[in-house]
Nanobody, 126 residues
């Protein structure tokens, strides 16, 4: 089963850009669709973006569409979330997750994802 480790989170100012990385392990990484979710204090975990196993299909939550870009490098077993024009409401712990591509292409449903990383904190504030 794939294991995931996120990195890249830090404190930034509104309008800044940031790239998160999620490194997977195991030979089956390319068999998984990947997702990014986030959880702000006192709120439920919410979907951010998803990318298919081959990287040819993406899906975004409406509030980040046009600002965030999800991509993957299967040779490097890594998924990225490029975030631009960050806003205070983007402050959250960001998690990457893996879903077996046997059943889905991309998905916003957390229950489809069987493996989760430990999360990385993104804080947008003056």
């Amino acid at each position: 089963q794939v294991q995931l480790v996120e990195s890249g989170g830090r404190s930034v100012q509104p309008g800044d850009s940031l790239r998160l990385s999620c490194v997977g392990s195991g030979p089956t990484f390319t068999q998984y669709a990947m997702g990014w979710f986030r959880q702000a204090p006192g709120k439920e975990r919410e979907f951010v973006a998803s990318i298919s196993a081959r990287g040819d299909v993406t899906l975004y939550e409406e509030s980040v569409e046009g600002r965030f870009t999800v991509s993957r490098d299967n040779a490097e077993l890594t998924v990225y979330l490029q975030m631009t024009n960050l806003k205070p409401e983007d402050t959250a712990v960001y998690y990457c997750a893996a879903a077996r591509a046997t059943f889905i292409n991309v998905s916003r449903e957390p229950l489809h994802y069987t493996t989760w990383g430990q999360g990385t904190q993104v804080t947008t504030t003056w």
